[in-house]
């Protein structure tokens, strides 16, 4: 890829939405859960997401959350090849992690 794909607003914009967006699962809490949840998506050439999945998960409702939070970024600016708009795959890790 000449390009590859990023958020509007770039990692710093990405990273400020799903800070404020994500909501620590009551379950997870009450059970001091931690960790970081890697999900998978695809960045079509129109910048909009699909294929949004959990590649490595902690439970406990970290998961459910950490794709609704992912799903709310798009659309993203997609990778270009050639000077043409192309489809490609994005891993992103969300950490949960509760102030002890």
Do not use: H
């Not at 609704?68 to 600016?77: A, F």
């Amino acid at each position: 890829m000449e390009k590859p794909a990023e958020p509007r607003g770039g990692l710093d914009g990405l990273y400020q939405v799903l800070q404020k967006n994500i909501t620590y699962p009551v379950d997870a809490r009450r059970k001091g859960i931690m960790g970081k949840v890697f999900v998978s998506f695809i960045i079509e050439r129109d910048g909009t997401l699909a294929d949004v999945r959990v590649v490595k998960g902690i439970g406990y409702g970290c998961d459910e959350e950490a794709v609704r939070v992912i799903k709310i970024t798009s659309p993203w600016k997609p990778a270009m090849q050639n000077g043409k708009p192309v489809r490609s795959r994005f891993v992103i890790p969300l950490e949960f992690k509760l102030k002890r």
